[in-house]
């Protein structure tokens, strides 16, 4: 889905730092699901996972285990140690909708969240795909630029059993602020991180930004909404404002298509809230640093990022991705999960979680098509 984006070095704005934290890894890297557990693909849509790892508790005390792709087929399990499938069973199956217009193409489930366990809120990668549906693009070897990307929203009443689309209008959170056309290269939004207030009384969505259209380098949008989660705000250097229709709802094109304006740039994969510091801390990974962590009090201030030491190296003695690859990635999809959490979002984490992480290959090759997910345990400290 993304890898293509991350190949070469990101460069990152430097603030300076105030809250002195790092991330150091403590433990050695264990299998957390196995390669042989994504079995409900083919070879046209293979069931891979795709993004970072995401876990979800149900009232019923059942977790949802999520990282997704155009499937749709989650694990679940009564622990984040003990996950499995009982079928192949999709809570969101992509659509593949050759209209850009309806924004139902080919879709991931990226997060699910809820404040009283009863309505709950999917959040959706959603990427169309003009190649599939005969639309001139530009692709050439080693680079698919057919990629017009937005972020989405299904909603399930019966507590995250079943998931409906709203609207099309209804259900873009964000969307490009030009619409597709023949021959344009990458541009949209993607891979959604949720994470709630310290007082849960808003939700808070960071999306990646890219458009190479316009030149604009990654870097992360900030939404924001109350606890009904149905009116949207982005922020902008003024404040927050009211999310941005899509022109293809609005009937208007930004003629200057800055989608927002991003909090902090780079590649970011995962935010969680850390109540012992009082503070937010993000995962990311970038060409020369490698994966890092940034640290935030308000999601809008971003302090210096840092290496995180012990996790750079894949089963080779090699970087973890290298910049300039075919396919750069040997291990990807970071995220912070920790499976003592009390949130029913595991959007918080102590100060000891793990990192997940997808992991390409079967430790001999670096393979796209076979990946696992795994863990290492990790320690959030001060210097």
């Not at 003990?82 to 659509?95: A, E, F, T």
């Not at 972020?151 to 969307?175: H, Q």
């Not at 912070?336 to 029913?344: N, Q, V, W």
């Amino acid at each position: 889905m993304l890898g293509a984006l991350f190949a070469s070095a990101v460069a990152l704005s430097i603030p300076s730092q105030s809250d002195n934290l790092r991330i150091r890894v403590t433990g050695v890297p264990q299998v957390a699901v196995p390669a042989k557990s994504f079995n409900c693909g083919d070879e046209t849509v293979p069931d891979l996972p795709d993004v970072p790892p995401t876990a979800y508790r149900h009232r019923s005390g059942q977790i949802s285990f999520i990282s997704g792709n155009r499937r749709g087929v989650i694990f679940r399990g009564p622990a984040l140690d003990v996950l499995g499938r009982s079928g192949c069973g999709s809570i969101n199956p992509s659509d593949g909708n050759s209209d850009p217009a309806a924004f139902r193409d080919q879709e991931w489930v990226g997060a699910l969240f809820s404040f009283d366990g009863r309505e709950v809120v999917a959040f959706v990668h959603h990427e169309y795909h003009g190649e599939m549906h005969g639309n001139e693009c530009d692709i050439a070897p080693g680079r698919r630029e057919c990629w017009y990307a937005s972020t989405t929203i299904l909603r399930s009443l019966d507590e995250g059993a079943t998931f409906v689309a709203p609207s099309p209008r209804d259900s873009v959170l964000l969307a490009p602020s030009y619409k597709y056309r023949a021959g344009m290269q990458r541009v949209g939004t993607y891979l959604p991180k949720v994470v709630g207030g310290p007082r849960q009384k808003r939700v808070y969505v960071l999306v990646s930004r890219v458009d190479r259209n316009q030149k604009l380098r990654i870097g992360q949008c900030l939404l924001r909404s109350d606890r009904k989660m149905r009116e949207w705000e982005l922020w902008q250097p003024n404040g927050f404002v009211p999310v941005p229709l899509s022109p293809y709802f609005s009937g208007t094109e930004n003629k200057t298509p800055e989608h927002c304006t991003p909090v902090v740039n780079g590649n970011i994969l995962s935010v969680k809230w850390v109540p012992e510091y009082n503070i937010y801390v993000a995962i990311g990974a970038a060409g020369k640093l490698g994966v890092y962590s940034q640290t935030s009090r308000d999601l809008i201030s971003w302090d210096r990022p840092q290496t995180i030491s012990g996790i750079a190296t894949d089963w080779a003695g090699r970087p973890a991705f290298v910049a300039g690859d075919e396919f750069p990635h040997r291990r990807w999809y970071f995220s912070l999960l920790d499976p003592g959490s009390d949130s029913r979002n595991f959007d918080t984490v102590s100060t000891r979680p793990f990192l997940y992480f997808v992991e390409f290959g079967d430790g001999v090759r670096r393979q796209a098509l076979i990946r696992s997910i795994k863990r290492v345990q990790v320690v959030i400290e001060r210097n």
